[in-house]
């Protein structure tokens, strides 16, 4: 099974000298973070949807140890449109994830919730940690505080599966996140796997900071 990986943006919030998806935690790049997630699982054929500075990461790619196929899929091309020129080649079941998210999932679990549903595409879900605090109140007096409590609301954590079919809500032009994602949950094609345990995307300094702190060990079998 083909595991794609969007590997195209700027990541104009981290403002580092290198490509995002090679922005390093823990001394190697968050996208070979993702990558071992799915080799722990058996999963290692993938193919790097790569854009803004896609030479540098297609570069790094030659030296990993899985067999990596980079396919520049243009500088400022949205996601869905990264997804969607790859139509011909996607004929079966395939996973799909970003180059900067990381997690302890049971990608067998997924795959296995995404067969019994029969959906055309799962998205994993997840409960992100808050980035600040919360007041709890009683009325007009304040009761308490709970200091970065999970979310209350289920948001998308990547770790897609996605049949073929499902590229016939992608065009040129899609992004993703947006319609095509919101077509396939109007038309009862997206199914939702909820993961509780650890999640967390590299998009800020400060993101960089606590996976370094909290290390592999969270999200890659020791």
Do not use: Q
């Not at 193919?47 to 990993?64: N, P």
């Not at 079941?93 to 180059?99: D, E, G, I, K, S």
């Amino acid at each position: 099974m083909d595991v794609v990986i969007l590997c195209g943006g700027r990541g104009t919030r981290l403002n580092g000298e290198r490509p995002k998806p090679l922005m390093e935690i823990a001394g190697r790049p968050i996208v070979w973070h993702v990558m071992s997630i799915y080799a722990a699982h058996g999963l290692r054929d993938f193919v790097l949807l790569t854009g803004h500075r896609g030479d540098e990461i297609a570069d790094w790619a030659r030296g990993v140890e899985w067999p990596v196929e980079c396919i520049d899929t243009g500088e400022d091309t949205p996601t869905g449109g990264r997804v969607h020129a790859l139509r011909d080649r996607l004929t079966a079941p395939f996973c799909l994830t970003y180059a900067d998210g990381v997690a302890d999932i049971d990608l067998a679990a997924l795959l296995g919730h995404h067969r019994a549903t029969g959906a055309l595409a799962t998205m994993t879900v997840v409960r992100p940690e808050l980035p600040f605090g919360v007041a709890h109140l009683d009325g007009e007096r304040v009761t308490g505080f709970a200091e970065k409590p999970v979310s209350d609301h289920w948001v998308n954590g990547g770790f897609f599966v996605l049949e073929p079919d499902a590229l016939a809500y992608l065009d040129a032009d899609a992004v993703l996140e947006r319609e095509p994602l919101e077509r396939l949950a109007a038309d009862g094609a997206l199914a939702a796997h909820r993961h509780t345990g650890f999640w967390r995307c590299l998009d800020t300094a400060k993101d960089a900071a606590a996976l370094e702190e909290a290390g592999p060990g969270r999200w890659l079998p020791i």
